[in-house]
């Protein structure tokens, strides 16, 4: 009844699976949308920052609302997140494809159609990726085992998104017009989010029950969202999150138009940081152990900022740029097996203190946080190449190529420094407390099993609880 059941190699690699199939309609969105409605749609940079920002806070209100339903949709014979993952990548598959053809199929009216297929696309992501984002605190409550899983969902997000950093501009480069190249990219990304998703879904299981059945009320949001490390979370991943979609929404302006039209070379750096994160996740098992999941976690935030300014040197230098994008990729590795498993002992915390188990609305604030990242991150390189006179397809003006070096290097830099000193001064978890709450924890949900047990045989006893606690000891 206590023996811990060891996940095996299939259900990991279902796992990674669902992980990856996660990965390609944000990541697509956030490294190409800006340039596609500006360079192949014809909508003016300012009115797609204007776009990102207004649907993207309306969007997030959702979020915390969506979270809430899915912690209280009724559990089904699958689990109580499984089949809403299969069901909402339908759906969003669906709307990711009006997103990026209809506003070519509805050209009188592609700003509604802009808008809306935009607003729609963060809802119907939620109801996938909210759920997905809820697994792994109840896939198993074993720290060895979560650690695990928490290192491949990162390693599953690193190789998916540097996969498509890679293939993708190989596309557009090879492709005979862009929006040959964009068409290619997105009805393949479609084709292996259904697939990858649903075969995911399908082999993972869920295993930990809430030790108490009684539903969270609307009131009590406030309470789990303002405890210490859950706050400290959402304010570094807010900041983080800005970094990244600043970061990945220009670099191919920098591509294009500061290392003149060589979109290829993101292919590279790809797979340079890509070698260069493999590298991190190797060590950070090792330097965790010794160190301690916040002190690794803030490092490798500054890693990423410090190696990203190295590039203002000399910012047409191919070399240097391969450098930076390798010893930044270390930093991105010896963040990537921890960030999942930190939210996952955000759970644990939230239960320990309030008794209260939030998966849903954790992972869905956690969704809003992203999107406000997003949402942020989207509309200032909007804004600032309106300010220095960007102009699609051609050659560009000397301030609005510094436009995009300020977007592709110092900016992304500075956000990500700013979520660095968030986390390493507020975080309080450390290994010893973790440890100490989630074995309260299991002792909490013996003493249930046992009860429970007891009242369906007629056999219980106190001295049953105090046998099994013996045994857990």
Known sequence: MNKVEKIG????????????????????INSFLLIYYVDVVGISPASVGTLFLITRILDGISDPIMGFVIDHL?????????????????????????????????????????????????????????????????????LKERNSLSS?????????????????????SMAATPLQGYTIIIIAASVIVL????????????????????????KDIVPILTTRPVLVTFGTQLFTGISSSISGATAIFFAMYVLDNRPEILSVIGIISLLGAFLGMFSSGYITNRLGKKVVYSAGLIIIALFTLLRLFDVTNITLFYACSFLGGIGGGLMIPLQYGIQADNVDYVEYKL?????????????????????????????????????????????????????SIILPALFMIIG????????????QNTEEIMNELKVKRTEKLVLSEGMNTGEFSVSNIQNVNAAEN
């Open 9 to 28: 190699f299939l259900e990991k690699s279902a796992y990674a699976l669902i992980n990856v199939g996660n990965i390609p309609i944000m990541t697509l």
């Open 195 to 218: 697939l990858f998703t649903t075969l995911g879904a399908l082999g993972i299981k869920e295993r930990i029950e809430p030790i108490s059945e009684e539903k969270y009320k609307v």
């Open 420 to 431: 660095a000193v968030i986390f390493g001064g507020g975080y309080n978890l450390n290994k």
């Open 152 to 172: 491949l969902k990162g390693v599953a997000y690193a190789v998916g998104g540097l996969s498509i950093g890679i293939i993708a501009p190989l596309i557009l």
């Open 355 to 407: 008794n209260k188990r939030a998966e849903g609305v954790l992972a869905s604030s956690n969704s809003f946080l992203t999107k406000a990242g997003q949402g942020i991150g989207g509309a200032l390189p909007g804004y600032i190449l309106a300010a220095v006179g960007y102009v699609p397809n051609v050659q560009q003006t000397p301030s609005a190529l510094n436009g995009i070096i300020l977007l």
């Open 74 to 142: 009724p559990a089904t014979k699958m689990g109580r997140f499984r089949p809403y993952i299969i069901i909402g990548a339908i759906f969003c598959v669906l709307n990711f494809l009006l997103l990026w053809f209809g506003p070519l199929l509805f050209t009188s009216i592609k700003l509604i159609v802009v808008y809306i297929s935009y607003l729609l696309i963060g809802i119907t992501f939620d109801i996938m990726d909210i759920p997905l984002n809820s697994m792994l605190p109840v896939m198993t409550d074993d």
